[in-house]
């Protein structure tokens, strides 16, 4: 029993450390951009970002993401074309301090409105 109890001890304090970031849906997301204080960040590449790109949305490569300067509490949403370099760029962004950080679940595959130019 004190292995058991030892051995789940250790299995949170792992995952206790580690990056912090929500992951959310299309609903959510346009939920929380008609909050004050957001930002939406493109993290794929300029051709495909001006291939289409959410509204309002900016674009910063996820080999750039680390050079942001927003406030920590900034609510910052992440998307990419199917979400694997968003939750990189979230997991990232988590360890530099970023406290609101929402990761747009499949990204533009999950989108439910046109895309701008």
């Given amino acids: 029993m004190k292995k058991i109890v030892s ?39 300029e051709d495909e970002y001006n291939s289409g790109h959410i509204k309002d949305a900016i674009n910063i490569p996820l080999d750039n ?14 998307y990419c074309a199917s979400g694997i370099r968003s939750t990189e760029a979230a997991k990232e962004l988590s360890d530099l301090g970023y406290t609101n950080i929402y990761n747009l679940d499949g990204g533009l595959l999950n989108w439910g409105e046109a895309l701008e130019e």
Wanted: charged share 30%; glycine share 4%; hydrophobic share 40%.
């Fill in 7 to 45: 051995l789940l001890f250790i299995c949170l304090l792992i995952t206790g450390c580690g990056s912090k970031y929500t992951v959310i849906d299309y609903n959510k997301a346009v939920e929380i951009l008609k909050e004050e204080n957001t930002v939406i960040i493109d993290v794929r590449e």
């Fill in 65 to 78: 993401i680390s050079k942001i300067e927003y406030d920590k509490d900034t609510k910052i949403i992440l």
